[in-house]
Nanobody, 120 residues
């Protein structure tokens, strides 16, 4: 199975920026079709933030459009999330997800999450 590792979270003031990174901890056998970022605040459901496919197609949650940018380095199987003009409502645990294929199988792999806290 694929082990994903996220980094880049932390405490930032409103209006500040953070850059999240996520990639596998080692070599993988599966092909990664897409990677994305999801977030979950306490007591809330886990929601899509941004997603990028192998060919570079992207989609974003309405709440982050114009502020967040997702990108991917296919050679490194690494996905990034540049977060600008952060707001307190962006505070959440951010999870990385990879959508993978291996033979006839299709499955998802999740990271453990990285905390983003936006507060003055």
């Amino acid at each position: 199975q694929v082990q994903l590792v996220e980094s880049g979270g932390g405490l930032v003031q409103p209006g500040g920026s953070l850059r999240l990174s996520c990639g596998p901890s080692g070599n993988i056998k599966s092909s990664i079709y897409a990677m994305g970022w999801y977030r979950q605040a306490p007591g809330e459901q886990r929601d899509l933030v941004a997603r990028i496919t192998h060919d570079g197609s992207t989609n974003y949650a309405d709440s982050v459009k114009g502020r967040f940018t997702i990108s991917r380095d296919n050679a490194k199987n690494t996905v990034y999330l540049q977060m600008n003009n952060l707001k307190p409502e962006d505070t959440a645990l951010y999870f990385c997800k990879a959508e993978l294929t291996f033979g006839d199988a299709m499955y998802n792999s999740w990271g453990q999450g990285t905390q983003v806290t936006v507060s003055s």
